[in-house]
């Protein structure tokens, strides 16, 4: 740049190069003259909770920047920084930096000016996408005729304990993950589809391959060297995973497909052989449809009465509703822990309290919440506890049952077949104890492994810290999105993790996932199996941002810098995908 580039009034590149100088010098100088501790992009030691929720960055004019290359210099991706939130820092761990514009220097909003007017030049609004009745892909087409506009029909803060151990460091989390190291529409992918299904780190696939190379066999039946390695990797998973949800003991860890299977598993054993005519079966608003299809097969079959806690228009939970609705005919409460489609989080501790108090059991959906926060199922209370290996960086294919030993000792089994007997004879059969009566036939052994990997990683990370770095994030995101002329956030709850679902006004929610997919942008568009909640608010579809570990402000800096675009060339009349602009 020249100084006969920029616009009269400015200073001169070299005046402006001095300035900046001067700047950078006010903000190392903002660490009260040390440099920080931590490494860059790291998430300050930090023993105590959360800072306040999003409301609590409201009313300072100096804000601090969560973003991690504001904070500490280190570059966290290809996009540069947006607009600041406005709004003080969340106490105690944000270092105080002066503002530009305090130093009598331009803001960040006149160097955007100066800069031609866009934040992040590798995120341009393509010139064409195709229009949304007939996708670019085969599997998102609507069938003619269907309801609604959504075209996705078949897909689908915590309290923290413990202090954390260690830095966060993001730039060395996405080093791990080979996948996001690739460019989607010749932009850098980034990948906040995060609710959908998480990335895999290489410690995962680098274990599933040496599993395959040196240890594959069948689990627990031959006497030979691989059937032990395979084993003894199979079992020390389980162990994981126990250690993980700070279960009493693997007896109580049965390997599943999925949550979606676990659920049915628990419909179809404990359901089957103790709800009866009459009961009833108590279910949250939010939940999402693989924990309400399959109670409502159960109470067809027999004759129950399913009942739904209710939500404010914020999307929480009314707990004072769900206590009018237990009574003695209440046999069981399953919730989720944290809402996919809002990411609203549950207190799901007092929901089992009350459920144990009016004498029904409780099942917890934790598909949402273990890879966002530490999860302890003893003091949860959860009776039942489910959740899937590839939400929390896991195979596909691999989910995990919990449940209380007794109560899975005390039901039948599912499925039968081998591996979850004791004995068989014609006459009778005799089955093992838990988890293998609810084991029948060979599991899933190289995912189950890879599963443990993946605990074995966000393990050392530490989920305190992950749950801290999301945290950051998601109130990042919040302040970016709230600034989006016409954009709704849906779901804001006081409570949340992970997703920052919204609509946009003037735009079918597949459009805005599909001009964001020409950005390399991924999120989802739909009602995100949750139609129940979405109608609620009045809503068949949200544009679904997801967040995990290896997400930084960079890219929800890019995320906001495609919707303030989409929104700004919107023009007089609303413009559809297919005739976009530019
Ligand atoms: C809250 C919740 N429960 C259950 C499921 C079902 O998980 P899966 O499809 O892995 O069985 C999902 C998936 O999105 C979910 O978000």
Known sequence: MTTSDLPVGFPDVETLTRMANAALQEFENGFGGHAPAQAPNSIPGVSAGFPAGPSGFAGNPVPPDPRPHAQYGGPTGSHPAAPLPSGPAPQGVIPKVASPESLGLPGDETLRLLLGGTSAPGAQIPSEVHGTSESPFYFLNTPTGSA???????????????????????????????????????????????????????????????????????????????????????????????????????????????????INLVAQSWGRANVKSGDEIIVSNLEHHANIVPWQFLAQEKGATIKVIPVNDAGELLLEEFGKLLGPKTKLVAVTQVSNALGTVNPVQQIAAMAHAAGAKILVDGAQSVSHMPVDVQSIGADWFVFSGHKVFGPTGIGVLYGREELLNDTPPWQGGGNMIQDVTFEKTLFHKAPGRFEAGTGNIADAVGLGAAIDYVTRLGMPNIAFWEHQLLHYGTHLLKDIPGLRLVGTAAEKAGVLSFVLEGFKTEEVGALLNKEGIAVRSGHHCAQPILRRLGLEATVRPSLALYNTCSDLDALASALHRLVSSRGPRNVTVSNWPL
Do not use: C, M
Request: net charge positive.
């Open 148 to 262: 609604g506009p959504d075209v996705f029909k078949t897909a689908d803060r915590p309290s923290v304990p413990g202090s954390i151990a260690a830095p966060f460091d993001v730039n060395a989390v996405r080093g791990d993950f080979p996948i996001l190291n690739q460019s989607v529409n010749g932009k850098p992918l980034i990948w906040l589809d995060n609710a959908a299904t998480t990335q895999k780190p290489r410690q995962v696939i680098e274990r599933l391959k040496e599993f395959y190379e040196r240890e594959n066999s069948n689990v627990h039946r031959a006497a030979h060297e691989l059937a032990a390695r395979s084993t003894d990797a199979y079992e020390a998973a389980r162990e994981k995973v126990r250690r993980f949800l700070n279960a009493r003991s693997t007896n109580e860890i049965v390997w599943v497909r999925g949550a979606t299977e676990a």
